[in-house]
């Protein structure tokens, strides 16, 4: 990440990256597709090149939504029994819908947040 020498009023990051906001002005769009991060903030010119939420998104999208949907089908299962075709008319879809769904907003949450912390990769320091 470049140093930011402009000064912008502080933007809240979670509501800026469920909205798929700007994580600097809160105003540009974050994402130039569904999943696609924008090259740049329309608005206030922010490189989006540090952004880089890599599998996070993914893995939080699997636990979380996994945990709900086979909750439900177990207690579905406990409850009523229903055949096997059921089950699959009903927990496939849901799964692909909320995981779509929830998908873009935990990416954006993890970018905004990816900026307002200042994180980046790694790096070891020494001369060698």
């Known amino acids: 990440?470049?140093?930011?020498?402009?000064?912008?009023?502080?933007?809240?990051?979670?509501?800026?990256?469920?909205?798929g906001r700007c994580p600097r002005?809160?105003?540009g769009k974050l994402f130039s597709g569904?999943?696609?991060?924008?090259?740049?903030?329309g608005v206030c010119r922010l490189d989006n090149?540090?952004?880089?939420?890599?599998?996070?998104?993914a893995v939080f999208v699997i636990l979380i939504i996994g945990f709900v949907v086979v909750g439900l089908a177990l207690w579905m299962e406990?409850?009523?029994?229903?055949?096997?075709?059921?089950?699959?008319l009903l927990w496939i879809p849901l799964t692909v819908v909320l995981s779509l769904g929830?998908?873009?907003?935990?990416?954006?949450?993890?970018?905004t947040?990816?900026?307002?912390?200042?994180?980046?990769?790694?790096?070891?320091?020494g001369s060698e």
């Open 49 to 57: 090149s540090f952004a880089d939420a890599g599998d996070g998104p």
């Open 34 to 41: 569904f999943l696609t991060v924008a090259k740049q903030c």
């Open 102 to 111: 929830s998908l873009r907003l935990i990416k954006g949450v993890l970018i």
């Open 25 to 27: 002005c809160g105003e």
């Open 78 to 88: 406990v409850n009523f029994s229903p055949p096997t075709w059921l089950h699959l």
């Open 1 to 19: 990440m470049s140093k930011d020498q402009a000064i912008w009023p502080p933007v809240e990051p979670i509501a800026a990256g469920l909205k």
């Open 113 to 125: 947040l990816q900026y307002r912390n200042k994180a980046a990769e790694g790096r070891l320091d």
